[in-house]
């Protein structure tokens, strides 16, 4: 395993935080190596860790930007192992504690963000800066980097959770959001109940109805236990919003050998479910707590199918958890793979940023043309009839407004278009052929998606389980692989024609 970082590093003598992540990966069992650059785009430096890269069960980077040349190569794509990205933070710790951001912007940027373009894994932060004794003879107190045995702790345990897989043990989760019964495993553009079972090789015809129907029972004394672990914090504030727990909970849950294929539980009330979805500051109740302290026991990685769920929405820090965060508290080490639509890298960010996920992305449905409607169909012919009469015919030009405007008030298009009675026919055709013109140039989605049907998505699913690395794409995150479409035949518009957001995974040596 390499550990890299900047140079400057070792010559100011400010090496504190990369030896005590190499000392905490060797005590979890982990052969941790540093290797330092001035800059990972350094000349030459590719070439020379190229050799260094077979074998590697994984690569802790604490260097900061993106580290793609012209070319969109880094020096690490020589490597089928993860890549983890590290932060840091040049802000005081205690900066760090009261600030719900988590990361300041420029540490966002430099830590966070420009490295997710070469689909790192983010494990937070792991140092702060800190101002040693002040120098009598130089009257000058220095600034350097001051490890956290905490957060250096929790980002080793996800570091060994990932280069401990493959996987024997999936949990796939899907989402209960807006939650009503017919868009139960609700996933934007996904067919979650399918793609679950392609993923598992499980009939999905009557998983719907079994996730209604099944319940898996865990005791109150076996939450009480593991409630126990979590900070005392974020007991208290469970406790006062939600008051004590019930006696005993059943999750929506069945198993397929070691696997479990189980549906999120509401965060709080049913009834302020759209409010809540996204609430950053609601506490979750007993119920949903204690599905995930469940889990923890039941699985070697997580599958969270489709966009998106209520975990990495639950309040704390932005970027850069702590203990008291609640994803991180309920998520721990667990590894995350989110399949996840493309064209919703904003969410899909979230996940990564707060759950430290994989996010494999996955095409929108494709698009079909649309059509007249057949209500409308009169009126197309008699706008093309106007057309022709137009500036050759007066009398049947004015006699075929009349007829147009009749037609488009007996269809409510003029309702939809706000045209009043009154609307000069300069305003109102020109109106509504536009309309009509639109409507027949427009496009719609056509059905649901179906993950692993498309080129390369089921051997990206199958690395991220292995934990392996899924490469990147040019646009940043890692991919599941190149796809044109999501069925035979179906094709798509340049714009949509994009690699997919994801993240990176590998194996244990």
Not at 65 to 81: E, K, L, N, Q, V
Not at 136 to 164: C, N, S, Y
Not at 459 to 472: C, D, K, N, Q
Request: charged fraction near 20%; charge should be negative; proline fraction near 9%.
């Amino acid at each position: 395993m390499l550990v890299s970082f900047y140079r400057s590093y070792l010559t100011a003598a400010d090496l504190a935080p990369v030896d005590a992540m190499i000392r905490a990966l060797r005590a979890a069992g982990l052969a941790a190596t540093g290797v330092f650059a001035p800059s990972l785009k350094a000349p030459g430096f590719a070439e020379w860790l190229a050799p260094h890269l077979p074998g590697l069960v994984a690569v802790v980077n604490l260097t900061a930007f993106s580290a793609r040349d012209d070319a969109g190569t880094t020096p690490f794509d020589g490597t089928d192992c993860p890549v983890f990205q590290v932060a840091l933070s040049t802000a005081p710790r205690a900066l760090w504690a009261a600030e719900e951001r988590g990361l300041s912007a420029a540490d966002l940027a430099m830590h966070v963000v420009l490295p997710e373009v070469d689909g790192r894994i983010f494990l937070g932060a792991i140092s702060f800066k800190q101002a040693q004794d002040r120098d009598p003879d130089l009257q000058f107190a220095r600034l350097v980097h001051a490890p956290d045995p905490d957060r250096i702790a929790a980002a080793v345990a996800r570091i060994a959770a990932w280069t401990g897989l493959p996987a024997t043990r999936r949990t796939v989760v899907l989402s209960t959001y807006p939650g009503k019964t017919h868009q139960l495993a609700h996933a934007v553009g996904l067919d979650a109940l399918a793609s679950c079972g392609a993923m598992l090789g499980i009939p999905h015809d009557d998983l719907g109805q079994r996730l209604m129907a099944e319940r898996i029972h865990w005791p109150l004394s076996a939450y009480r236990r593991a409630l126990a672990r979590l900070p005392q914090r974020l007991r208290d504030d469970l406790f006062a919003a939600w008051g004590q727990p019930p006696d005993g909970f059943r999750f929506a849950a069945i198993r397929h050998g070691a696997d479990l294929i189980a549906l999120q539980p509401e965060r709080a009330e049913v009834q302020a479910r759209a409010d809540d979805y996204h609430d950053l500051t609601r506490t979750p109740r007993h119920e949903y707590v204690a599905f995930y302290l469940w889990l923890r026991a039941q699985a070697d990685v997580l599958i969270h199918m489709g966009a998106h769920g209520t975990l990495e929405w639950l309040p704390g820090k932005s970027v850069a958890l702590s203990d008291e965060c609640w994803p991180q508290a309920l998520l721990a080490d667990l590894p995350v793979v989110y399949p996840f639509i493309v064209n919703d890298p904003g969410e899909a960010a979230q996940a990564k940023r707060r759950l430290s996920a994989v996010t494999l992305g996955h095409l929108p449905p494709p698009l079909a043309d649309s059509a007249v409607p057949e209500n409308l169909a009169h009126l197309e012919r008699l706008l093309d009839e106007y057309s022709t009469a137009d500036g050759l015919d007066p009398r049947r030009r004015d006699r075929l407004i009349l007829a147009i405007r009749d037609e488009a008030r007996a269809a409510g298009v003029e309702t939809d278009l706000g045209l009043p009675a009154d609307a000069a026919p300069a305003e109102a055709i020109p109106l509504i052929d536009r309309f009509l013109c639109d409507l027949k140039d427009s496009r719609f989605g056509d059905g649901l998606h179906v993950y692993g049907t498309a080129p390369g998505e089921t051997e990206g699913l199958a690395r991220a389980l292995a934990g392996r690395r899924v490469a990147p794409g040019p646009s940043g995150s890692p991919r599941a692989g190149d796809r044109t479409c999501c069925r035979p035949g179906a094709t798509f518009s340049p714009s949509i024609r994009a690699p997919c957001p994801v993240a990176t995974p590998t194996p244990r040596a």
